[in-house]
């Protein structure tokens, strides 16, 4: 029973991690909600597109990435246009008018190159009054390159293992039990495999470049991997077996492990990630301001 509900607590945790970076990602998509008319409509913007555009031949010129957008409760006498500049810089706001067909709006935007980033301002009108979304921040939206499933979905499997594993011998570790250094070797394997081997293979195919982390660059989501590995790998060989020291006699360290594995997850996904720079024309990581 007592393994049992290890397993549960460790599974509930893990999921509320999942689905606290789902919801605070800064590539999710926006969720909002505005009235016009008299009627509320509820929407999702979205943060992150496929891009056409590669960083070997950076002419846009005609290419465009499309963008779709539900409005519930969906209505055909809506229309929706959409202000957009490039990101950062200050470029003059263009227009691009959105498609109505079968409940969508479909919106072309012109692609930009991996990790090149767009802020919109989506305008809708009915009935000759409109609403501007998000008018004082904007949107920002980041362009990728498409990432095979071959690597994408191995990546994202190894990181829910290993946090799921870290949080077992997190919580294993308040009882004098052979696991949690099983749990612990685990956690280190799947953490090595997911996110420092197919890791920056994702980033490579969806940015250009293998690691933009520590010490190359200020890639929160490079560094706080490097963070989570080399912390479990401490606790695992301050616990290994010395002078006649049971093994795990330090296993509170799997807890400090645990835990702060379990901060590095709370920073959202792709926090101060790779930006194109408009004006050197190379790829940078790090918080970006106007």
Request: no cysteine; charged share 15%; aromatic share 12%.
């Amino acid at each position: 029973m007592k393994s049992f509900l290890i397993w549960v607590a460790a599974i509930v945790i893990t999921l509320s991690a999942v689905v606290y970076q789902r919801v605070t990602g800064p590539t999710n998509p926006l969720k909002t909600k505005f009235v016009l008319e008299g009627e509320t409509y509820t929407t999702k913007f979205s943060r992150s597109l496929e891009t056409l555009v590669s960083l070997d031949n950076l002419n846009n010129e005609g290419k465009t990435s499309l963008m779709k957008v539900e409005l519930e409760p969906i209505s055909d006498d809506v229309s929706l246009s959409i202000l957009l500049r490039r990101y950062p810089g200050n470029d003059s706001l263009i227009t691009v008018e959105a498609t109505y067909k079968e409940g969508l709006y479909y919106v072309e935007l012109p692609s930009q190159p991996p990790a090149g980033k767009i802020i919109y301002y989506p305008l809708i009108t009915k009935e000759g009054e409109s609403v501007m979304i998000e008018k004082e921040k904007g949107i920002i939206l980041r362009f990728k390159a498409p990432v095979s499933s071959k690597i994408l979905i191995p990546h994202i499997i190894l990181m829910f293992v290993a946090m799921l594993f870290s949080n077992l011998a997190g919580i294993t570790s308040f009882f004098y039990s052979s696991k949690v250094r099983r749990y612990a070797y685990i956690t280190v394997i799947t953490l090595v495999a997911g996110g420092l081997f197919f890791g920056p293979l994702v980033q490579k195919a969806a940015f250009g470049a293998y690691w933009t982390g520590w010490p190359f660059g200020g890639d929160l989501t490079d560094t706080k991997t490097m963070v989570a590995v080399l912390v479990w790998i401490v606790a695992l060989v301050l616990n290994s077996r010395v002078k006649g020291h049971k093994i795990n006699s330090r296993r509170y360290l799997y807890t400090l492990a645990a835990v702060v594995t379990m901060l590095i997850y709370t920073i959202p996904h792709s926090t101060a990630g790779s930006e194109f720079n408009y004006s050197t024309g190379v790829v940078t990581t790090g918080v970006t301001k106007e």
